[in-house]
């Protein structure tokens, strides 16, 4: 592995805790939920759901953009804007049911589902705009063609793409529990 | 990315002498500059935070004292808490590893030489930030671990629990990017020839700590910005009164808490696991015991948080499940221990400065390790836990552990970093006042928790004895200030006159010693070939050299 | 009572954490006597010197690293049945029983309520000797911590997570407790005190407690009577007999008859209750009683009354 891969993964290491606490916060008041609105009350899984097929499928995308950039053909920078998009649209689902849990007054003072609701997909949402960043940066690099292909470079982009791995892979995890286990 | 980046940066440093000196300080990427900064950043909250230190026995050194009000002492205690755990001893653990680690393992820098002054100036932000409060309305007044719901905004009215919040997140922050920095370091830099059994044991030591701290850090900063949603969002995660659970608060904070003694304790062993083998002469006792111990206490230190709650009351069953667990992570300690001692037999013990700090450090961490064993039992921790035997407790390991061990490490690697040696007789000085100043301030403590003291009190009853004790104690702390005014000079008319050093003035083994002192910019002109754990051992005694001997042995 | 109080014990609980603390404290002793000997031994006997032969290159045994693995492990064992044969006595477990006192820690001071008289006192609680009473342990702010070292363990009183401890003295006498968790500005002063009298004087105690003052007719004990009901005193303490019963501050009906005032920052006389009425804060900085700016006249008449309060 080399120098920058395993940095981002130790890096992700470190993220992953950082969630997994998130995420017993959130259980915790799950089980003990007090007053207030609470997710089964104030979520919308169906609508969320959707986006989130959105940030799956950007994973792929974002699988063949890398797959095409080893094999050298310029279909990389499609397969990039396409991740972009893709990612790009999660973000606005997210952002569209933060204001809509606002307009019906669930802020993250409300209830502790709120707090550790909005604490939980509130910093997923950060890691997904710092990914997308960070994506804009090797489409932009790999659109003006200085993006080459030597092993720092694949590494960077390589790096990049175990990053948004990540990301995803804990929407997965963040979806199953707040969205599909309230309505089970 | 960075690494040709910050070559080539430095090449253009040293093409351009004008800006060598503040700026080539403050623009630095090169290790040992950072290193250095490190250094002094943690050495001026030293500062700050025995000023604190100073201020808090001169109130308890009599009952009923008024030298400050009962809310500053309490922002006393917090700051000194936070500042010595998170602003001195990380830092400047943090310090001697950047300088030392890319040395050690034969490499010109580190992984990453710009995000490693990074780490540097975010956790000095988060340091400044911290001391900022005490200017805009109060310094954090809730303790060092800011136990919930005393550190709600009903209960705590200033800003400073809020600063408390930003500013570790910046020490959690840089302190994290350094742990992936060294690990990287260590994990792909190494020069050919070191594979991971041949890794001094300050770099094995050093990588199980980034682990720790890897996996560390995440637990304090979820915890902060759940207690940062109650203080600003007016959330009530920890506040029981709307719901939240105060207990939660301190199972986080001990998930982090306790493995964060480690990592405070981790590079301390580090340190005189290096020191110890030099002046006696001989190698490590049982190498592969001393590292393997250390992997056991990484994994270990997850499991033992709880044994800070045994006065919450969460059942029999619960305390003793930790209570066990605590007990266990005393054996592979206790390894340590008697392998540094039994390092010490069959030696030529030279007792320079560095040695006198390291073998202090074995007694005076067996003091703290074994009243830690008695904290262990989980009904005398029933007794004893928030009393002054727990304040003795923890600066028998923070500071007879790890700060004697800091001070062995600078006198012992001082010499590569300044290119002159620390005066030994001034040294010789330090090292006696400390010792006795140490003791003299914390061992009457235990007596005191047994005696009933709580910890965090500013005056207490006129009761027989306790008068007594605590002026003991307090004069003992202005002893200590004595001593670091020793070593302060001892630092500054050794960097005007001290004896040059030259590469090797210990005939230590590891790569650092291989190159000038202080190195250059590029670190090595050529390293020396590894072929075992000692290599300029190796190359000393050639027909001696370590592989030869084990091989001669396995015959 | 003070002195080293940990091995002080006056009930069979704190007797059994104190036995357990003596063996403990030997083994350990010997453990650091032992450690301390090998590090002298090798400091005297390998040290430097001009005639000293040149160190041995030895890299280990791995029989000594198996002895001194096994054997801290066998000692450790042998203190973890300690503990665990040590642990019920420690801290009897409850059972199904009903509390006989009901502790609840506030910004600085205890209330100790009778749930079975109904009794209501603060920062002093009397107990009979060589009885075991149930203690409920709750906060009604932030986290205390209860704590009477000679007569049982410490337990934390913890907002919405309430706890028990049995407590029990087997001689009289006044046995000193204090908060021993940080609780904010005035954590110092939270202490209290225990009472252990024989059952005859203990339930004359708390038939005292339980009947309301006589009321004051005439004199300066009447005015001070006036003055409590005209300023804001009965908005945070209550006096039975007397409307409105907040418990915010310590119940005042049984004030005069407490040897502590201001929990534990001075004693209850009447001139440490003037300097208390008059300016709270030279006794106890940064309490939470405000001071009224109330005239000499005005606090002795109040002393005067609440010195009635027995």
Known sequence: ?184 | MSDIAASDRIAELEANPERIGFLSWVASVDHKQIGIMYMLSALFFFGLGGLEALIIRAQLAMPGNHIVTPDTFNQLFSMHGTTMIFLVVMPVLAGLTAYVIPLMVGARDVAFPRLNAFSFWVQLFGGVLLYFSFVAGGAPNAGWFSYAPLSEPAYSFNNGVTYWILGLAGVGVGSLAGAINMAVTILKLRVPGMTIRRLPLFCWMTLVNSFLMIFALPVINAALVLLLADRLLNAHIFTPAFGGSAILWQHYFWGFGHPEVYIMILPAFAIISEVIPVFAGKPIYGYEFVAGSTVAIAFMSFAVWAHHMFAVGLGHLFDLFFGISTMAIAVPTGIKIFNWTATLYQGRLRFTTAMKFAVAFIVMFTIGGLSGVSFAVVPLDWQLTDTYYLVAHLHYVLFGGAIFAIFAGIYYWFPKMSGRMLDERVGNWHFWITFIGFNLTFLVQHLLGMMGMPRRVFTYPDWPWWMTLNMISTIGAFVLLISVIVFLWNIVSSLNHGEIAGDNPWDAWTLEWATSSPPPVENFDLVPPVHGRRPLWDLKHPERADELVAAAAGK | MTGVVTLNPFSPQAAAISHLFIAILIILGGIFLLVTALVIVAIIRYRDRPDAPEARQVFGSHRLEIAWTVAPILLLALIAVFMIRAIEASDPPVGDEHPDIRVTGHQWWWEAQYPSSGALVANEIHIPVGKSLLVEVDSADVIHDFWVPELARKIDAIPGHVNHVWIRADRPGVYQGVCAEFCGAEHTWMRLIVVAEPQADFDAWQSAQLTNPPTPKEGMEARGLQLVKDQTCLNCHAISGLPGHKNIGPDLTHIAGRQILAGGAASNTPENLFRWLKDPASIKPESHMPNFQLSDDSVHALVAYMETLK
């Open chain 1, 1 to 184: 592995m080399s120098k920058s891969k395993l940095a981002v993964s130790l890096f992700i290491l470190s993220e992953a805790n950082f969630f997994a606490l998130l995420i017993i916060a959130y259980l915790y008041f799950h089980a003990y939920p007090g007053e207030g609105p609470t997710a089964a009350t104030s979520l919308n899984a169906y609508r969320t759901g959707i986006f989130s097929i959105f940030l799956f499928a950007s994973s792929a995308t974002m699988m063949l953009a890398s797959r095409s950039y080893r094999a050298k053909s310029s279909a990389a920078f499609g397969w990039l804007i396409a991740t972009l998009v893709l990612g790009g649209i999660f973000l606005f689902g997210q952002v569209r049911e933060y204001m809509e849990l606002y307009a019906s007054g669930v802020t993250a003072n409300r209830s502790l589902f709120a707090t550790t609701f909005f604490t939980l997909t509130g910093f997923h949402g950060l890691h997904v705009a710092v990914g997308l960043l960070a994506i804009a940066a090797i489409t932009i690099l790999t659109g003006v063609g200085t993006l080459g292909t030597s092993a720092r470079e694949a590494d960077a982009f390589g790096s990049v793409e175990i990053y948004w791995h990540f990301v995803d892979g804990v929407w997965v995890v963040i979806f199953t529990i707040v969205y599909l286990w309230a309505f089970l």
